[in-house]
């Protein structure tokens, strides 16, 4: 499995000179549907290229592809024969700190709809 870290020294950060893994890892998650692939492959779904651009709305193929391509360098999805791809550990991980903000989120719309 790729590490991080070295994954995202290859590519600097839009708009950041400082290198931080932080920055680095805004970059990544903030290019279009980098997000969304992660939240659809959430809670251990395994997804085929079809199914995943499906759940995330029809996407383009060629940018989904090569956003699947970024997320496996980065180490936080895998493609697995016959499966599809799917959440790492370490994607797992990320995807878990993306609850707190999911239910924010959920509490947020119902008093912005009231």
């Known amino acids: 499995m790729p590490k991080l870290g070295s994954a995202m020294k290859k590519r600097a950060a839009r708009g950041s000179a400082s290198g931080r893994a932080i920055m680095a890892l805004l970059d990544l998650l903030g290019r279009r549907w980098a997000l969304r692939i992660i939240w659809e492959l959430r809670d251990d779904r395994a997804l085929t290229s079809r ?10 193929p060629t ?5 699947l391509s970024e997320l496996r360098e980065a180490g936080l999805v895998e493609l697995i024969a016959g499966d599809g791809y799917r959440l790492t550990a370490l994607g797992k991980d990320l995807a878990g700190n993306f609850l707190p903000l999911y239910r924010f989120a ?6 912005a709809a009231g």
Do not use: P, V
């Open 106 to 111: 959920e509490r947020w719309s119902k008093r």
């Open 63 to 67: 940018i989904l592809q090569t956003r």
């Open 51 to 60: 199914a995943l651009r499906t759940a995330c709305d029809d996407a383009s």
